[in-house]
């Protein structure tokens, strides 16, 4: 899905902030000996609706509503 946007740069903003994110989730997860790996996954997940609509703009309202 991340391949499939067009600017080069928003391309690789877009990857830094998954993996980040992804990250993050699964440093704190471990902090609170919670599962590492559901965290991470939950990370690279988190943004899916904006990346596959291109929708940024109220992203995650649109996200909890939203029928796939």
Same mark, same amino acid.
């Given at each position: 899905?991340? +391949?499939?946007? %067009? %600017? =080069? =740069?928003?391309? +690789?903003? !877009?990857?830094?902030h998954? $993996?980040g994110? !992804? &990250? !993050?989730?699964s440093l @704190? /997860?471990? +902090?609170?000996?919670?599962?590492? &790996? #559901? /965290?991470y @996954? %939950?990370? #690279?997940?988190? =943004?899916?609706? /904006?990346? +596959?609509t291109? @929708?940024?703009f109220?992203?995650? $309202?649109?996200s909890a509503?939203? =029928?796939?």
């Amino acid at each position: 899905m991340l +391949k499939n946007i %067009s %600017s =080069d =740069d928003h391309r +690789k903003t !877009a990857y830094i902030h998954t $993996y980040g994110v !992804a &990250e !993050a989730r699964s440093l @704190i /997860a471990g +902090k609170r000996r919670l599962n590492t &790996e #559901l /965290a991470y @996954i %939950s990370g #690279l997940l988190h =943004d899916i609706y /904006a990346y +596959k609509t291109g @929708i940024y703009f109220g992203y995650a $309202y649109n996200s909890a509503w939203h =029928d796939y």
